[in-house]
DNA sequence: CCACAATTAGACAGACCTGTATGTATTTGC
DNA sequence: GCAAATACATACAGGTCTGTCTAATTGTGG
């Protein structure tokens, strides 16, 4: 079965009975993923697609926008996961921050976690790439990552806010990157608990100011 | 002027006063930072580096090694500076750690600041690249920091030193992470602020242990 | 059953890639 | 000053890259 993206296959069916489109998207997301954008040409695609060249080039003008699909797709998927894991009702706010620790945990334990897709898109799209698609593409998962976070600490009303959004995205692109360069099953489960610790610190700086 | 790596030019000497073998590093090492490893051929870094192709073939048996040298000079210079900011003296153990985050607080905020080389390394060469070599190195990398890391807090004797080791490492390559996709004048000092928290915290408990 | 759209197969252009070959110029050691 | 090592310029081989073109085949709606 392929994966795709960070968090797996959406829906469990082969590739052989989806339509040519979905067959290209879901090769590419699978070699993208574990292999790397730049290192993985349009040939590759096509062959293990098992689709025709100009099928892809009807659907895709350019391996660009292929590109910037695949990471549209992988927010989509991303951001579902985030949604689900944190909009459990009956969670406290401080309980909503953890459940993303608590629903990255397994996925990054998993042998073919690679990183994450943007984090890695854009080591390989920087700021001196041609591609604005692709850029553009990688940002706004930055931003809109940023906006969720901030949104969610923000029933919290800490002092400082911003500080707290900065070290709890931290923790997580932290989590993402340790996972693959030295794992350890622990990495999220110390990464939780010091978001936990850093909150609470916060909210007990906050009572204490109130008295 | 060139700059190499994270944390920019060694020594000031201009490009055509070098030895060709250190123009050809210099220049691939500006070209594979700002732009990626993948992204730039061997024939623009020949050119821009003012060296022929055989000279280039005479130093570096192939591509890869070129990388490899690249990658082993850039983790050289990010442990001295590691060195030199941890090793001052009259610093306590706590210190020497938050010292860490001070050292990288201006290199991140720099324009030029591109994320750490060996997590964009690892975007590009993965477990299912064919460069054992690069892979090596980086791998060597990531467990060279996670031990620096280890023996620096070793004296603070913590109840749990290994989860201290990954919070403090999360949180500095999420703040390579997040320097390059939000920048914020303040993402590094709030890590820096997070690691002392912890460290405190588990200080704390230490000591309340032991009364 | 037929017309039309979608998909297929495969060749091709032009650019770029790594690495080699050939010969000339320049620097360096003695 | 001379010999040997080093670096130079340039062409080339063989492969891969993206994207285009032609033409045959398949599938579908009416």
Redesign the interface.
């Known amino acids: 079965m392929q994966t795709r993206g960070e968090f797996g296959n959406v829906d469990g069916r082969s590739l052989d009975e989806l339509a040519p489109r979905e067959r290209v998207i879901r090769t590419a997301s699978d070699l993208f993923y574990?292999?790397?954008i730049?290192?993985v040409g349009i040939d590759r695609i096509i062959a293990e697609s098992g689709v025709a060249k100009m099928t892809f080039y009807k659907h895709f003008p350019s391996k660009a926008a292929l590109i910037a699909t695949y990471l549209r797709d992988t927010r989509a998927i991303w951001f579902q996961m985030l949604a689900t894991a944190t909009e459990k009702p009956g969670l406290s706010t401080v309980e909503r921050v953890l459940a993303i620790f608590d629903a990255i945990d397994e996925p990054l334990q998993a042998r073919t976690f690679?990183?994450?897709s943007?984090?890695?898109g854009?080591?390989?799209?920087?700021?001196?790439?041609n591609t604005p698609e692709v850029q553009a593409t990688?940002?706004e998962y930055?931003?809109e990552l940023?906006e969720f976070v901030a949104s969610l600490i923000e029933p919290l009303a800490l002092g400082n806010p911003?500080?707290a959004v900065?070290?709890i995205?931290?923790?997580?692109?932290?989590?993402?990157?340790?996972a693959?360069?030295?794992p350890?099953p622990?990495?999220v489960q110390?990464?939780r608990?010091?978001a936990r610790?850093?909150l609470e610190?916060d909210l007990a700086a906050l009572s204490k100011r109130e008295t």
């Open positions: 574990r292999l790397s730049n290192s690679r990183g994450c943007f984090a890695r854009l080591a390989e799209f920087g700021p001196e790439a990688i940002a930055f931003k940023h911003k500080r900065i070290q995205l931290s923790l997580i692109q932290g989590s993402f990157v340790m693959q360069s030295i350890d622990e990495i110390a990464n608990e010091a610790l850093l610190n």
